[in-house]
């Protein structure tokens, strides 16, 4: 697995992004993926977690209702469309194929990661 995000930049807080994270090696198709974030001296945390066949979806607290998260199988591609931004969003996202099918929130389920793209709000 070899994964690539994308799509990061900075944006006006209230704005909105499409994160993208492709899978070159296809090989994630039958696992879930999900996006964790990591702010400037803190630790990485969970942003949202996709099963392989597009649902069920999980979703941080912080998120919810502000974040997408889905996934086209056949462009082996996942998307992270991001609304109503605030300066706390702002981090490096990672993109990560999950060790099963299930979609969760527990980094240690995750196996595969990709480079970050860093997404800065300004207020």
């Known amino acids: 697995v070899q994964l690539q995000a994308y799509g990061g930049g900075l944006v006006q807080a209230g704005g909105s992004l499409r994160l993208s994270c492709t899978d070159s090696?296809?090989?994630?198709?039958?696992?879930?993926m999900g996006w964790f974030r990591q702010a400037p001296g803190k630790e990485r945390e969970f942003v949202a977690s996709?099963?392989?066949?597009?649902?069920?979806?999980i979703y941080a607290d912080s998120v919810k209702g502000r974040f997408t998260i889905s996934r086209d199988n056949a462009k082996n591609t996942m998307y992270l469309q991001m609304n109503s931004l605030e300066p706390e969003d702002t981090a490096v996202y990672y993109c990560?194929?999950?060790?099963?099918?299930?979609?969760?929130?527990?980094?240690?389920?995750?196996?595969?990661w990709g480079q970050g793209t860093l997404v800065t709000v300004s207020s």
């Open positions: 990560s194929a999950a060790r099963s099918a299930v979609s969760t929130r527990d980094v240690r389920g995750y196996r595969y």
């Open positions: 090696r296809r090989t994630s198709s039958n696992n879930a």
């Open positions: 996709i099963s392989w066949r597009g649902g069920p979806t």
